[in-house]
């Protein structure tokens, strides 16, 4: 039986549409300013602004249905509780990597680079058949060329691979991990989770940004 929600895929596929859509605008001309991203003090929000709280919107809806079915698989809350962590740990590495390869210059031959740790996440992450012998060995290379491509990075300054600012995909894993581990500690305790989204609002609220000189 399938217990997919089909507006939360309707809405993930929009989201990526958008994506795709509004990740070109740099390849072109005379945009229109609604369209793109609006400048950090500017009175406004573009629809480019949109897509990544959209995406954010989407994986949270999606948890309690992801969760809840592990349970009814028989799956323990450990088990449930490991699967986020390997999952989170995933999100912040790929964004450790396509942060640094965009934020930073790097010396040595950067596409080489880039196509490598690409090799590298389908290795260790692809989603192998059970009965496929060589996927230890497949997912240890991928490992082992992570590794080597994070150790060989270098900027021309000399710099070392660094975390950043885990870049979107890496701040997508942190605010997965919060909402994910909060749904399970509380799933029982609904009544806790609209208190857990009021002390984030007001959190964000007692945040007051300063303009930089």
């Known amino acids: 039986m399938n217990k997919r929600n089909l507006a939360i895929d309707m809405f993930r596929g929009l989201t990526m549409v958008l994506m795709v859509f509004v990740n070109d605008f740099w390849t072109v001309f005379d945009v229109p300013h609604w369209l ?4 950090t003090w500017e009175d ?14 989407a994986v949270g809806m999606s948890i309690p249905y992801a969760i809840d079915r592990r349970f009814e698989k028989g799956l323990s809350a450990e088990s449930t509780l490991s699967h986020i962590l390997s999952r989170t740990f ?17 010396a040595g031959c950067r596409w080489l680079w880039i196509l490598l740790f690409v090799i590298g996440f389908f290795l260790v ?4 058949k059970a009965d496929f012998k ?4 497949l997912k240890t290379i991928g490992v082992l060329l992570l590794i080597g491509l994070a150790v060989y990075y270098r900027t021309p300054d000399g710099a070392h691979f ?4 885990w870049g979107i995909l890496g701040q997508i894993g942190w605010a997965y991990l919060f909402c994910a581990v ?3 500690l509380c799933r029982n305790r609904q009544w806790v989770l609209p208190i ?6 007001l959190v964000n609220l007692s945040v007051v940004p300063m303009r930089g000189g």
């Open 134 to 137: 060589p996927a230890k060995w």
């Open 90 to 106: 995933a999100l912040l590495l790929m964004g450790s990597f396509i942060c640094n390869q965009e934020s930073r210059e790097m």
């Open 182 to 184: 909060a749904y399970l």
């Open 196 to 201: 857990i989204w009021l002390l984030i609002c």
């Open 36 to 39: 793109e991203h609006f400048a």
């Open 44 to 57: 406004g929000m573009g629809l480019s602004d949109l897509i990544y709280p959209m995406f954010l919107f």
């Open 162 to 165: 660094e975390a950043l600012w």
């Open 125 to 128: 992450w692809n989603q192998y």
